[in-house]
């Protein structure tokens, strides 16, 4: 089960890093081949979505399936166990939202790029054209 956590950090890391790329000043050179490769990397980005979908249905069963541990019913290990088993069950719920609020950057912030440049090369030949 934890091989799906590993996948999603992994997306979430490379679109945190594709984001940081886009928005980073100085990088003109490299900015036409990075919004290329981002735009190329939106559609198949997109299955995370559904993924993280699935993974916070899967949290929500673990939540809703956990035996309770509460007061005197149960031994320290036990106690431990519970206890450890809401902090994975946190933590995942954060790199769900992480790896979506950096999908929805990234796409936001891909759009707003490209925009910038199609405004540019259109400011570019009014000024040739006068």
């Known amino acids: 089960m934890a091989l799906e956590w590993v996948v999603l950090g992994y997306a979430a890391a ?8 886009l928005t980073l000043p100085g990088l ?5 081949g990075l919004i290329a490769v981002t735009r190329n990397l939106l559609k198949p980005f997109l299955s995370v979505v559904p993924f993280c979908l699935f993974l916070l249905m899967d949290i929500y069963w673990k939540y809703e399936t956990r035996p309770s541990c509460e007061g005197e019913s149960c031994t320290p290990t036990e106690h431990l166990r519970h206890q450890k088993s809401i902090m994975k069950s946190q933590r995942n ?3 769900i939202a992480a790896a979506l609020l950096f999908y929805w950057l990234l796409y936001s912030v891909t759009n707003l790029v490209v925009r910038v440049e199609q405004l540019n090369q259109r400011l570019e030949r009014l000024k040739n054209r006068d």
Not at 16 to 21: D, N
Not at 28 to 32: G, P
């Open 28 to 32: 003109d050179a490299l900015r036409k």
């Open 93 to 95: 719920a954060l790199l």
């Open 14 to 21: 490379a679109e945190a890093i594709m984001v940081l790329l």
